[in-house]
């Protein structure tokens, strides 16, 4: 048997950026040998393994063929005949598909290297589209190397295009869709996943999403220098959208994310309308100012960051969020229902006395 350092590992080293994991792909062996070596197994059906020391993948050289709809349905083909380039063949895109062996020997079948020269993002071979999680995969990828400047060819353009016309994406789990957003969301340039994922017509898939693209990205390219900050991000991409429920709901968002999004958008509406003091006061009370007041502080200096108040504004409405934050009712002598009257009583009337100045 002989092992290999493949895939991402390859072509960070390569590009001079930081290795986020390694994996490795053992050739000229099968299940019997690892396990005898002391390997786990990952999954019953699934011919990849955990060293029993470093916990690194390693997973046997394998062929395989779609038997189905969606990312799961293939039968893997994997024993001691299948050769290295057998295996860098079923990989995704050319710069993903290089290899190396202990002894330092680069292994290229396919022209990865050339292709991180020309900052090219292309595909191996035309069963590219046969899973539609590559989709994700492809766009991450993108947002991922954008600084470098790679970019999609055309058949890798017309091979997204091409899974997003096939309806492949209805059977694949919305967990795995999500997995790849907010790993492209903690990226810098993470709104490069977003134009990708229009280019390729596949917005248009996911209600909410589609319709507060065009009119939030521009704030969300203001983020792109940031690594992280993905819940902002999310945010600010769906900031004001009234139908993105439905698709955070398809793609397992998680709770924290939907109620930063939820949060994020009533502070917006709260300082960019012309509302009544009842109704500045029910905002306060719907993202929790009296409970947690530096989260809207927080949402303030996001609001401002992607252009939403001015300098003044922020102080204007810092000011009275800590006021309201400090009223206080005397409660001797009152019932339940009447403190909280008079505790409405005077946040409304410190909001009457902002209202001209916020």
């Known amino acids: ?53 470093s916990k690194e993948e390693y997973a046997l050289a394998r062929k395989e063929s779609k038997i189905g709809k969606g990312h799961k349905e293939f039968k893997f083909h994997a024993n001691k005949k299948i050769s290295l380039e057998e295996d860098l063949k079923r990989r995704d895109l050319t710069i993903n598909a290089i290899a190396r ?42 947002a991922k190397l954008s600084h470098l400047r790679f970019g999609l060819t055309k058949d890798t353009l017309s091979a997204l295009k091409k899974i ?19 790993k492209s969301l903690k990226h810098r340039n993470s709104s490069i996943y977003f134009t990708t994922l229009n280019k390729a017509k596949a917005l248009d898939l996911f209600q909410g999403l589609s319709s507060s693209y065009k009119k939030n990205l521009r704030h969300l390219k203001k983020f792109d220098k940031y690594e992280g900050r993905a819940i902002e991000k ?28 939820v949060n994020l958008t009533i502070s917006g509406e709260l ?25 809207f502080f927080q949402n303030l200096a996001t609001l401002k960051e992607i252009g939403f108040l ?40 410190q909001i009457i006395e902002y209202k001209d100045v916020i």
């Open 234 to 261: 999310w945010a600010i991409l769906n900031l004001n959208s009234n139908n993105i429920s439905e698709t955070e709901t398809r793609i397992r968002v998680p709770n924290n994310f939907i109620k930063y999004r």
């Open 164 to 182: 997003v016309n096939s309806n492949e994406i209805e059977y694949l789990s919305g967990e795995r869709i999500w997995e790849e957003t907010q």
């Open 101 to 142: 062996d202990d002894a330092g020997t680069i292994y290229d079948p396919y022209g990865g290297l050339k292709d991180l020269k020309r900052k090219r993002i292309q595909i191996i071979s035309k069963a590219f589209f046969e899973d539609p999680l590559r989709l994700f995969r492809v766009a991450r990828f993108k």
């Open 271 to 295: 300082i960019s309308k012309k509302n009544r003091p009842e109704q500045i006061l029910n905002s306060f009370e719907k993202i929790n100012l009296f409970r947690d007041k530096n989260q």
């Open 1 to 53: 048997m002989k092992r290999y350092l493949v895939g991402g590992a390859i072509r960070d080293e390569l590009l001079g950026l930081p290795i986020e994991e390694k994996d490795w792909v053992v050739v000229g062996s099968d299940h019997i040998e690892m396990i005898n070596l002391g390997f786990k197994q990952v999954g019953k059906n699934f011919p990849v393994y955990l060293h029993p020391k």
């Open 310 to 349: 001015n300098k003044k504004s922020l102080k204007d409405w810092t000011e009275l969020a800590k006021k309201l934050c400090k009223i206080k009712v005397k409660v001797s002598g009152l019932k339940p229902k009447e403190i909280g009257k008079k505790l409405k009583e005077d946040r409304l009337k």
